[in-house]
Structure formats: C-alpha cells, structure tokens
C-alpha cells in the first residue's frame, strides 16, 4: 500500500473516533485576587497613580487660581417699607388725569384686616346686571335659614312666595333645569337685597322689613328687621363690589393706581397693561406723580433693619460645586437641546455651570402689601472684611436691570423701591359665564367677535350660544328648493353668517391725519330672514360692549387695532374666589383675557351664485 494512501487511512479513522467521543464543555471565570489579606477596598477606590495628571487637570479648570475673597457670614438690608394706602380705577379715559386720580382715590384697609380684599378682587371685581342663579339662590336660601332659624316662619313662607325667580329665555337649556330646581322653594336672593337697601339707616339697621311681607304676621317684631339687616350685610359682603372702573373696554385690559407713602415722599404704582389674573412687581411702573391724596394715619412708613446668614442658592439641575464629584444621574447639561438664537436657554446653561456655586441669597421679611425702599446691604465675610452691595443692573446699551421698575437710566430712589403686592397665590375658577374669542378673518376682511358662551339674560347662567347660533344658522341658511323652481343656479346676495359672530370694522379715526389711527368698531349684523323684514343682530353679552348698561343696538365698542394679532384673543368673565391672609373669603367676578388659536373664518362670501339647496 502505498504511504500517502496509509496516512488518510490513519487519518480517517481518527475523524470516525472524534465523531463518536462525547463532548465535555467547560467553562472559564475570571475572579479577582487581592494581593493583601483579603481586603477589596483598594480596588473599590480607582486610586489615580499620576498625581501630576491631577494637578494638570485642576490647573485646566482653574482650579489652582487663589483668591482673597471669604465666604459671606453676615448680611444686613436696611431700608423702609410702607403698605399700600390709596387705590384708583382708570380704566375709563376720563379718569386719567391728575384731579380726577386724587379726587376718586379709595381708602385701602390694611392688608391684613379680615374683610382685606386682594388687588386681584379690587381690580377686577365687577357686578353684573343679572347675576348668576347660583349665587341668587344662595343668598335667598341663606335669608330663608335665618328666619326660620329666629323663628318667623310665616315671613319666610312669603318670602318665597313674594320673590319668586324668572323664567329662563330657552326652557331647554341647563339653565332652565336649574330654574324648576329651585323656582317655589327658594327665594330670588338680588330683589330682596334691592329691596332692602333704600331701608338702611345710618346706624347700619333697617328701618322696616321689605313691602312684600309688612303685612305678614311678625313683620312688625325688631327681631325681623334685625335678620334682614344681618342678611343684607352678608350678601354685600359675599361678592366683591367694583372699586370705580379698570377694565378699558377699548384696550382689553384693566388698568390703575395705587400708592404707599414712604419718608421721602410718596411711591405711585401705575399699571396700565393688566389683563388679569396674578399681579406682580413687573406689572407697575413706579412714579411720585399723580398723587392720590394724603395717606391714613396708619399707613406711616416703618424703618426695616434685618440681620441674617447668607445661604447659597440651590435649585433643581445644579451642577455639583467639586470638580471630581459624580453629578446627578438626572442631570445631563450635555443633552441640552439649544439652537443659536435661544439665548435665554443658554444664559441659564451658562450660569448653571459656571457661576451657580458663586450666588448667595439672604431672606429679607417684608410686610404683605407694601413698597419697600433698600438703602444700601452690607455684607460681611469670614475675614471681617465689609461690602457695599449694588444693585445688579447694567446701564449702557441695550443694558439691563432685575426688580427695577423704573426706567433703566433713572437712579433715583424709585429705582431701589420694590413691590410686592397683596395679591393671592392660588385662586378658584368657575367655568365661564361669558366667553368671546376675537379673531381676524382674511377672507372677509374683518374682524369677528365671536361669542362662544353668553349669560341668559334672566338667570345669568352661561349659555352655550355659539353651538346653538351655529346649528340655526344651518337651518336658515338652506333655502327653499320649491322657490327655485326649475333654475340652475341661486343667486345669494350674501352667504349666512352664524348669530354669534359679531363684525368690527376698520376705519381711520381722523381721516384728514397723515398718520392716522387706524381703529376696529364693532357694526350689528344683517339679517335677511325669508319672511320678514332685515335684522340687526347685536351681541347678547357684555364684553363686546364699551359698559354693562349700555344699550347694545346703540352701543359701538371700538377697539385698537394692534390689540387683535393674528394670534387673536379670548376674553372670559368668570367667578373667581381665594382665601385672604387675614383669614376670609373673597369672592368676586372678573375678566381674563388671554392669547387666541389663530385666525377663523366665518364663511362670509358675496354675489355667489349655487345650486339650489346649496348652503
């Protein structure tokens, strides 16, 4: 046989042993051995072994660089703060000037006090013509409690009976459920205070019961004058009365004055650009002029001296102070998602990394409701070492300045007055009772109201008006196919437009001005039912009227133009209620306005010619 033949015989029969011999597998761990007895800290700490390195990198960050500055460990403010004393509306243009401002001005109770209402209430506070049912049926259910209570159930009885609640306009509407709801057991709580009222003598007793019930047996004990006169007061006191007028009708937006008198003279607050909701220190510039009179006795200034330990500030994402401490598995500041122009987000970024360890914050308790002038803050470090803080602004161009609201270049004493003002941090709203979007619409030329929830006008609870208006204008906008006869086409002089869009029109306020003025007058719509003569459609609400006892078919809002952006606006008129300092309950009815979702359109087209049956 020959060689090469006997060595694949050989090598044949090994790959038929390896074929039928059984496989072991095994595996491998690597464990690690200490070098020493056992112990496994030294591992644990990844010890760098190149202290050369470290030095390195601390000199790459700056580390290394000495300074003679200590850490602050005392902190004085001295200055002096005085509440707010006098408050006044100008909301309407003929109050805005210097007589009127002093004349009209209001007495503010101290912040504090019980019956203290918030500068939100005072600003926004306003009655309506018809109120909500609600609060109607509250009040009356409350009179009818107390006599009851004193035992004079026979006046009760015809209390309900005299003042009863009136129908509602559309019997299918929520607001009609809530009428059977308590029509004929309660009484109408708004007659019975307008019926008490012309009965207060100056003492703050009645000097009669209401007409309504003179007759009723028991109508003649004081104890009856004594329940409706403690009920009268409770009803004024439930809802929030208007302090004049703030809200500007032509500008969407509340506007007044208030001051506080410090040593060197008074502090005016002026807002004119409030459009609800929290006031702050930002919403006021401050002035010495107009004055709004003296101030009360006790409202005098009071000299403020506080001494404290500045604590560094902390907030949420900060980065850690050590240079070789783990941050944070929640902060990532490389994940920053910033383009080129958001320069807001990468000031914060820039701040948060590189000088958040460097600021210091000193706690200064300030009476609620008050300016307060700073003088000047010490501060002092570990090495006894005494700074003259300034105020952080910077002057130049375009410059800027925190707290300050003053003109940046004024430096004055109003420029070192900071405000905070009686205002509440939480408040409860209700679900609108009146609700308006203003809108611009292209196509049309115009510029809508549209009224999304109105109030009945004799319940005054809100409406969905404009699901209704929507679905009639749907009916009356479908004509009659017979009339038509055997035509191809309808001639429309004008499409339908929904009940509750309400025009505005531009026009030049003086025409004969270069650069005139241009504003929006709200115009009714034309209406042109099939049977019947044209109609003038006008709001059903108030907000899209210049005041709430105007005559809507005579009215003519007019508004500024800039304040309908192509953003549009909404408006809401709400409830409103929040918990005092002093320990109760305001309530009070007021407008919000806030930012629109953009441009409509109403659908409005002219000379159109459709089939019939076309809407």
């Known amino acids: 046989m020959p060689e090469w033949l006997q060595i694949n015989a050989v090598a044949t029969e090994n790959i038929l042993k390896w074929q039928v011999l059984p496989a072991l597998p095994t595996w491998s761990r690597l464990e690690p051995m200490s070098l020493t007895s056992g112990d496994l800290t030294p591992g644990a700490q990844a010890l760098v072994a190149d202290p050369l390195w470290m030095l390195g990198r601390q000199w790459q960050f700056d580390e290394l660089r000495g ?8 902190a004085t403010v001295v200055g002096e703060t005085a509440p707010l004393s006098r408050f006044h509306a100008t909301g309407s243009p003929n109050s805005r000037t210097d007589s009127a401002s002093a004349d009209d001005a209001t007495e503010l109770d101290p912040p504090d006090a019980l019956g203290a209402l918030p500068l939100e209430a005072r600003v926004e506070a306003q009655i309506p013509a018809v109120l909500p049912l609600r609060l109607r049926a509250q009040a009356g259910q409350q009179l009818v409690r107390r006599l009851r209570a004193a035992g004079l159930n026979a006046i009760a009885d015809a209390v309900i009976a005299a003042f009863s609640f009136p129908p509602p306009d559309d019997p299918t509407d929520l607001a009609a459920a809530r009428w059977r709801l308590v029509n004929g057991r309660i009484p109408d709580g708004s007659p019975i205070a307008a019926a008490c009222a012309p009965l207060r003598t100056a003492d703050g007793t009645l000097s009669d019961v209401p007409a309504a019930v003179q007759g009723v047996a028991g109508a003649g004990d004081p104890k009856a004058r004594s329940v409706f006169g403690d009920w009268l007061t409770w009803t004024e006191n439930q809802i929030a009365a208007p302090t004049g007028r703030s809200w500007d009708s032509a500008r969407l937006e509340h506007s007044f004055q208030a001051q ?13 650009e409030y459009a609800g909701g929290t006031l702050d220190w930002f919403h006021a510039d401050l002035a010495e002029h107009p004055r709004l009179g003296s101030a009360a006795p006790v409202a005098g200034a009071v000299p403020v001296r506080d001494t404290s330990l500045p604590s560094p500030v ?10 070789f401490e783990f ?32 600021w210091f914050q000193v706690a200064l308790v300030l009476p609620y409701g008050s300016v307060t002038r700073l003088d000047h803050v010490e501060v002092v470090d570990t090495f006894g070492i005494s700074i003259q803080v300034q105020p952080s602004k910077e002057s130049g161009s375009p410059g800027w300045t925190a707290f300050q609201s003053t003109p940046l270049t004024d430096a004055g004493r109003l420029s070192r007055v900071f405000l905070l003002a009686p205002t509440v941090s939480t408040v409860q709203e209700s679900l609108p009772l009146e609700e308006v ?9 115009l510029v809508w109201g549209v009224e999304k929830v109105v109030p009945d006008r004799s319940t005054g609870e809100p409406i969905e008006w404009g699901r209704k208006a929507a679905r009639v204008s749907l009916v009356q906008a479908a004509p009659d196919p017979e009339l038509a006869g055997d035509s191809q086409l309808v001639y429309r002089l004008m499409t339908p437009v929904p009940e509750n869009w309400i025009p505005f029109v531009a026009f030049r306020e003086d025409p004969h001005a270069v650069h005139a003025h241009h504003v929006l007058e709200r115009r009714p719509m034309l209406r042109f039912p099939e049977n019947g003569p044209t109609e003038l459609v006008n709001p059903r609400g108030t907000i899209l009227l210049t005041s709430d006892d105007v005559d809507p078919a005579i009215d003519r809002l007019r508004l500024a133009e800039e304040e309908v952006p192509r953003d549009g606006v909404i408006v809401t008129r709400t409830i409103q209620s929040a918990r005092t300092v002093g320990g109760g309950t305001a309530m009070w009815i007021g407008r919000r306005v806030r930012t629109g979702q953009g441009e409509g359109s109403s659908g409005l087209r002219f000379d159109t010619a459709l089939p019939p049956g076309a809407v």
């Open 67 to 74: 300074e003679d500055g200590g850490s602050p460990v005392r």
């Open 314 to 323: 902390r907030f949420a994402g900060m980065p850690s102070e050590r240079l």
């Open 327 to 358: 941050e944070d598995a929640a902060v990532y500041i490389g994940g920053l998602d910033a383009g080129r122009t958001d320069l807001a987000r990468l000031a914060v970024a820039e701040f948060a990394l590189a000088y958040s360890v460097d």
């Open 437 to 445: 979007a203003l809108l611009r619409d292209e196509m049309a030329n």
């Open 260 to 272: 506080a008198d410090l040593d060197d003279g008074p502090v005016v607050l002026s807002v004119a």
